[in-house]
């Protein structure tokens, strides 16, 4: 069963605190998304990239950063976290020239 | 801008009926995905169904139907005999280049 992992369910992290969520797909996808949901907003895209250590910013990339070191695993990283990260963060991967998307289950992140 | 609308935040019907989940989208695009995802409580995205902007043919599956109008731009969700496993955010999305653009998602609840 192919599977995009995300390394936490729920974390709870300190303001100013360095924040690292970890996606990782078993599919061999050249293509991995970031993306924050929150109520009323929908999926908004952070950041993407289409291979190694390539990146693109998406529409909210203020505050965040990602790697890419492995095909497989796409890091998103908050700086220093702040109360207005506090969100769910979903990640995906896809094939190249390819829009089947598969997600994986979400991080919510608390900042306190 | 490439954006998803989607007016209607909650829905509800009763078991066994029909349910129509609107959606309208911006683009200048004139090839592009559309698509509907289904989020249970369990946070897991789900493709409901699919439709390339390039065929005419609205697609289906199953229960599931879609109302494609390329010149309105528009994009409905048609679900027949709702099933109470329905219940769900439904979420509407785009694919106008090569990353996924979504609506803010439309909370559908399924009564007994």
């Known amino acids: 069963d192919v599977k995009v992992t995300q390394s936490s369910r729920y974390l709870v992290k300190r303001t100013g605190e360095k924040v690292f969520l970890e996606c990782v797909q078993d599919m061999d996808h050249e293509n991995m998304f970031w993306y924050r949901q929150d109520p009323g907003l929908g999926l908004r895209l952070i950041y993407f990239s289409y291979d190694v250590k390539m990146k693109e910013k998406g529409d909210i990339p203020e505050g965040y950063s990602v790697s890419r070191e492995k095909k497989e695993r796409f890091s998103l990283i908050l700086e220093s976290a702040s109360t207005n990260q506090t969100s769910m963060y979903l990640c995906?991967?896809?094939?190249?020239?390819?829009?089947?998307?598969?997600f994986g289950s979400g991080t919510r992140l608390t900042v306190v | 801008a490439q954006t998803v609308t989607q007016s209607q935040p909650e829905m509800s019907v009763q078991e066994a009926e029909t349910v129509t989940l609107s959606c309208t989208y911006d683009t200048s695009e004139n090839n592009y995905y559309l698509f509907w995802y289904k989020q249970p409580p369990s946070r897991q995205m789900i493709l409901v169904i699919r439709?390339?902007?390039?065929?005419?043919q609205n697609a289906t599956e199953n229960r599931f139907s879609v109302n494609f109008q390329k010149a309105a731009k528009s994009f409905s969700l048609k679900i027949s005999d709702s099933q109470l496993g329905d219940t769900a955010m439904y979420f509407c999305?785009?694919?106008?280049?090569?990353?996924?653009?979504f609506g803010a998602g439309t909370r559908l609840t399924v009564k007994p």
């Open positions: 439709q390339e902007a390039y065929k005419q």
């Open positions: 995906a991967s896809s094939p190249m020239d390819s829009y089947g998307y598969t």
């Open positions: 999305a785009f694919v106008p280049y090569n990353d996924m653009r």
